[in-house]
């Protein structure tokens, strides 16, 4: 057979992979639509609400203040951006969730079934521990935190702090602290990948624990307080994290020997 009576083979592979191509485009353009849809109709419901948000985010350095105190706007348009910038960190916090749903929807249909198994879970993890951190930081950091600032203020020095500045510092440390406490996550898919193993991970705790006290003291405040605060539960999530590595680790094992030939 000559080669003018073989089918065109390269021509129908990509006569295929293009109309997939423009499918998964469509697909893409569909899933982006539809969260920032979701993340706009959440923004539009916290907008006549934005001013008592404001109010509430700022009730842990108000409550430590001297009766009388408060805020101050320096800038002309504070008292009304302020409030806005809160009230979008909000909807993007409140609908975290539907939006990497939207992700996953459009990723989950090329993975496979153990693939699918491990990445929901994490997924689900890393929101979850994304959003306690968050809580953490803003009930029993902040509280401490300014709780010692306003003691070390010098005397005839009154705290009048700028709402565009606190706002600044809190939503720095609420992602501070919500990245932090991904560290289990972190280490599974660490382990996952093969980069490093749970016995590595158990045999370099002190050099972890070392990080981790020389991270939370270049992200935090400076001040002691806020810096235990965040490298103690780092350290306790770090051994979590050898947990569920073990975990993953032995679960592949297991995988990987009932797919061997003649299981």
Request: aromatic residues 12%; glycine residues 6%; neutral net charge.
């Amino acid at each position: 057979m000559s080669d003018a009576d073989l089918p065109p083979h390269g021509d129908a592979g990509d006569a295929t992979a293009e109309p997939r191509l423009l499918d998964h485009l469509i697909e893409l353009r569909a899933r982006l639509l539809r969260g920032v849809v979701g993340l706009i109709v959440v923004f539009l419901g916290l907008l006549p609400f934005a001013n008592k948000l404001y109010h509430y985010l700022a009730t842990p350095l108000l409550a430590k203040l001297p009766a009388g105190s408060q805020l101050i706007a320096v800038e002309v348009a504070s008292p009304f951006s302020a409030p806005i910038k809160l009230a979008f960190f909000a909807a993007l916090m409140i609908s975290m969730p539907w939006l990497l749903y939207q992700a996953w929807a459009f990723v989950a249909p090329g993975l496979y079934k153990r693939e699918k198994r491990l990445a929901l879970p994490l997924l689900v993890s890393a929101l979850s521990l994304f959003y306690i951190g968050c809580a953490f930081a803003f009930f029993l950091v902040l509280p401490s935190v300014f709780g010692f600032l306003v003691k070390v203020t010098p005397s005839g020095v009154a705290m009048m702090t700028d709402i565009n500045a606190y706002l600044d510092f809190v939503l720095i440390l609420f992602l501070a602290f919500g990245i932090s406490f991904e560290v289990p996550v972190a280490l599974v898919i660490l382990s996952l990948l093969g980069w490093v193993t749970p016995a590595q991970l158990k045999e370099g705790r002190g050099y972890a624990v070392v990080g981790i006290f020389i991270i939370a003291a270049v992200i935090t405040p400076p001040d002691v307080v806020s810096q235990l605060m965040l490298a103690i539960p780092m350290c306790v999530l770090y051994e979590l994290g050898i947990i569920a590595s073990r975990w993953v680790a032995s679960d592949r094992d297991r995988s990987e020997a009932g797919d061997a030939p003649g299981s």
